[in-house]
């Protein structure tokens, strides 16, 4: 039973990591592409397409650490210890984004709103690097001692295949964020945002191609749970029929179902990381990875799991209901007047 709870804590933080990552994602892309948008008033209907909805989908992050913190505390000590370094230029990211938002249009200066345009921007580069890093880094390993304690350096985190997998970060939210665009504009705004599509696919696809052969050369553990299963291998095969999906409704200007495919790739392409390194959590990098944190070995207690799985599943549904409403309230075209940004 305990072993079931802790399989049970293991897919809510990959349900809230999908959740974050398809919700905010769409945010850091626009935030990416903020600097192409031509003249303010471009720029302002890119911020208010996320302006409604940006701050709440920061909330699946944070029960992402939430649940860390509850379910696996080595885990949760581990991660905040050994990428203190990242977590903070990732925390930095996060306040930078939200203060540009807000502070962009509390005065008519160009050069005002220019500086704050910049730092949005930067915000969101900053943030979808940054957590393409650490995720690289954690199916890489990190080198842990017998206790668990993390034993290297900030700077070895940025190895070649970390940062290749921090720039497909920044590729996948750039393509999520465009076709997002795509259903929240009209008119020339809505024509200038289709020209972006097309190079943030090709730059996506490009950055999957490469970081999916760097893995399979370099990273052969990512497929030992597959090969053990075999019909696993079908979750890559829904990756990629969902990567070529979204091209193909792109361009026949079906917009709403390239945004359900664009969001159906991420959700697998966490799958596949989910599933590469299961069941670590925490792979170490030495002493033939002995020392890793699983979500078995890293679990809390079975009455602590079983109780805040009870207060989960109270709470979660109510954030679920509150940003389908948002969701529901805010939907169509983005339109500008007096209490827009």
């Given at each position: 039973?305990?072993?079931?709870?802790?399989?049970?804590?293991y897919l809510v933080?990959g349900?809230s990591?999908?959740?974050?990552a398809v919700?905010?994602?769409f945010?850091?892309?626009?935030?990416?592409l903020?600097p192409?948008?031509k003249?303010?008033?471009?720029r302002?209907l890119?911020?208010?397409?996320i302006?409604?909805?940006?701050?709440?989908?920061?909330?699946w992050?944070?029960?992402?650490?939430?649940?860390?913190f509850v379910?696996?505390?080595?885990?949760?000590?581990?991660?905040c210890?050994?990428?203190y370094?990242?977590?903070?230029?990732l925390i930095?990211?996060?306040?930078?984004?939200?203060?540009?938002?807000?502070?962009r249009?509390?005065?008519?200066?160009?050069?005002w709103?220019?500086f704050?345009?910049?730092?949005?921007?930067?915000g969101?580069?900053v943030?979808?690097?940054t957590?393409?890093?650490i995720?690289?880094n954690l199916i890489e390993?990190?080198?842990?001692?017998h206790?668990g304690?993390?034993?290297g350096?900030?700077?070895?985190f940025?190895?070649?295949?970390?940062i290749?997998?921090?720039?497909?970060?920044?590729a996948v939210f750039?393509?999520h964020?465009?076709?997002y665009?795509?259903m929240k504009t009209?008119?020339?705004?809505?024509?200038r945002?289709?020209?972006?599509?097309t190079?943030?696919?090709?730059m996506?696809?490009?950055?999957?191609?490469?970081?999916?052969?760097?893995t399979?050369?370099?990273?052969?553990?990512?497929?030992?749970?597959m090969r053990?299963?075999p019909?696993?291998?079908?979750?890559?095969?829904?990756?990629?029929?969902?990567?070529?999906?979204?091209p193909?409704?792109?361009l026949r200007?079906?917009d709403?179902?390239?945004f359900?495919?664009?969001?159906?790739?991420i959700?697998?392409?966490?799958?596949?990381?989910?599933?590469?390194?299961y069941p670590?959590m925490?792979?170490s990098s030495?002493?033939?990875?002995?020392?890793?944190?699983t979500?078995f070995n890293?679990?809390?207690?079975?009455?602590?799991?079983?109780?805040?799985?009870i207060v989960?599943?109270i709470?979660?549904p109510?954030?679920?209901?509150?940003?389908?409403?948002?969701?529901r309230i805010?939907r169509?075209?983005?339109t500008?007047?007096?209490?827009?940004y």
């Amino acid at each position: 039973m305990q072993e079931l709870f802790q399989f049970i804590w293991y897919l809510v933080i990959g349900v809230s990591v999908i959740l974050y990552a398809v919700l905010d994602g769409f945010d850091l892309g626009v935030g990416c592409l903020h600097p192409f948008a031509k003249g303010d008033k471009e720029r302002r209907l890119m911020l208010n397409a996320i302006g409604p909805v940006w701050d709440g989908n920061e909330v699946w992050l944070i029960i992402v650490f939430g649940a860390l913190f509850v379910g696996f505390p080595p885990v949760y000590a581990t991660i905040c210890s050994a990428f203190y370094g990242l977590i903070m230029v990732l925390i930095a990211g996060l306040m930078i984004r939200a203060v540009s938002i807000e502070f962009r249009s509390k005065q008519e200066s160009p050069k005002w709103r220019i500086f704050w345009d910049g730092m949005f921007s930067i915000g969101s580069y900053v943030i979808a690097f940054t957590i393409g890093l650490i995720l690289g880094n954690l199916i890489e390993g990190i080198p842990l001692d017998h206790r668990g304690e993390f034993i290297g350096s900030f700077w070895g985190f940025f190895t070649p295949y970390s940062i290749l997998v921090g720039l497909f970060g920044i590729a996948v939210f750039v393509m999520h964020g465009a076709i997002y665009m795509l259903m929240k504009t009209e008119g020339e705004m809505h024509e200038r945002v289709r020209k972006w599509v097309t190079p943030s696919i090709v730059m996506f696809i490009f950055f999957y191609l490469a970081t999916t052969s760097a893995t399979l050369l370099f990273k052969g553990h990512m497929i030992e749970v597959m090969r053990k299963f075999p019909y696993l291998f079908g979750v890559g095969a829904c990756t990629l029929l969902s990567i070529l999906a979204v091209p193909c409704f792109a361009l026949r200007k079906k917009d709403g179902t390239a945004f359900i495919f664009s969001s159906l790739s991420i959700l697998f392409l966490v799958v596949l990381f989910g599933l590469g390194t299961y069941p670590n959590m925490v792979r170490s990098s030495v002493n033939g990875g002995i020392d890793s944190l699983t979500l078995f070995n890293s679990a809390a207690s079975f009455i602590t799991l079983k109780v805040v799985l009870i207060v989960a599943a109270i709470g979660v549904p109510m954030v679920l209901g509150y940003g389908y409403w948002i969701y529901r309230i805010f939907r169509g075209k983005v339109t500008l007047d007096e209490a827009s940004y």
